[in-house]
């Protein structure tokens, strides 16, 4: 009897010890992250008006920075990412698309906010054989740097050397 007792005991805790859940392999482990609005980025012509606003989110710390837009899997027309640099890490910059799951125009800016130069409909993982890829660099030193989707900067007629850009914050 007691042998029967504790043969029924090891079952139920047995059957009670059965994980349900998927593991790892079978689980789906894509990030998304939502697009979060902390303020507004107008282009400016050469007569220093406005042509085309936009909604953005502001990377202006170096973890900011490093996230970027990856983890997205799409963004709205006029949404779009400044990163906004410290007066002594202005410099060439070179974006890495690690994650990044859109084509993006990648816009350079000087201290002046004058456009320096664009990597237009970069890619994630073009330039290299692994996820995620480096993009043109900066041609000069940068302050800032706009993303927008891919193939924007032409549609609304944003040019390097004429473009300038302002900002604020909500």
């Avoid at 894509?30 to 953005?56: C, H, M, R, W, Y």
């Avoid at 974006?95 to 125009?105: E, G, H, N, V």
Wanted: charge should be negative; aromatic fraction near 8%.
């Amino acid at each position: 009897m007691k042998k029967l007792i504790l043969a029924a005991g090891l079952i139920v805790i047995a059957v009670g010890c059965k994980d349900d859940k998927p593991s790892v392999s079978e689980a789906t482990n894509t990030v998304e992250i939502e697009f979060s609005k902390q303020g507004e980025l107008e282009f400016l012509n050469a007569e220093g008006q406005p042509f085309k606003k936009i909604d953005i989110e502001i990377a202006d710390t170096p973890n900011k920075r490093a996230r970027g837009l990856m983890d997205r899997s799409s963004m709205d027309e006029n949404d779009g990412m400044l990163f906004i640099f410290d007066d002594d890490e202005v410099r060439k910059h070179t974006f890495y698309m690690k994650d990044t799951r859109i084509p993006l125009d990648i816009m350079y800016f000087g201290k002046d906010s004058t456009l320096i130069n664009i990597a237009r409909n970069a890619q994630p993982g073009a330039d290299t054989e692994q996820s995620g890829g480096t993009v043109a660099a900066a041609k000069e030193d940068s302050k800032f740097v706009v993303e927008i989707n891919g193939g924007l900067a032409d549609k609304w007629g944003i040019e390097e050397g004429v473009t300038k850009i302002s900002w604020n914050r909500d």
